[in-house]
């Protein structure tokens, strides 16, 4: 999938999420990858869920509930659009240098998605919060932000 592609897809999935959210929706932070374990990330819960690989967007809408024990932290898709992995504590190196827009609200997934972004095995890492609306990232800079429509 060329990397525009990749962006909207990961965008329209976000979006889906945002469309079905339930009323506790507690926020997602996603990253695509293929090799999950080269990445800087612990698990958050000691369980996993059932991973369903057809209903990707239905998947995050409920592990995103603050009823979820696996609502917190990120969570791995590959790149064929399977979650492989829930509730990571995902924690990459710092990037002085990256391009932060402070003209806008954001806090902590924010910068760990933008920063994980650089990661070379990461394709794009995003996130999608009540109020804030989705953001991409990709080698380490915003390439998409948005509202959930």
């Known amino acids: 999938m060329s990397s525009d592609a990749s ?3 990961l965008r329209d ?3 889906g999420v ?3 959210r339930t009323p506790d929706f507690s926020g997602v932070g996603v990253i695509v990858c293929d090799s999950p374990e080269s990445l800087p990330i612990v698990p958050l819960v000691r369980s996993s869920p059932r991973l369903d690989t057809e209903h990707l967007i239905s ?3 409920a592990i995103s509930s603050r009823r979820s024990d696996h609502h ?3 969570h791995i898709i590959s790149e ?3 979650l492989t992995r829930v509730a990571q504590y995902f924690s990459p190196p710092i990037i002085p240098d990256a391009a932060i827009d402070r003209s ?3 806090g902590g997934r924010y910068l760990a998605a933008l920063y994980g972004s650089a990661i070379p095995e990461v394709r794009l890492s995003g996130i999608a919060s009540e109020g804030f609306g989705i953001a991409i990232f990709q080698a380490c800079g915003e390439v998409f932000f948005g509202d959930q429509e």
Do not use: C
């Open 72 to 74: 917190d932290g990120f």
């Open 59 to 61: 998947q995050l809408v």
């Open 104 to 106: 806008k609200r954001f």
């Open 80 to 82: 064929a659009g399977r």
């Open 13 to 15: 999935t976000l979006r």
């Open 18 to 20: 945002m469309k079905l």
């Open 7 to 9: 962006i909207e897809w």
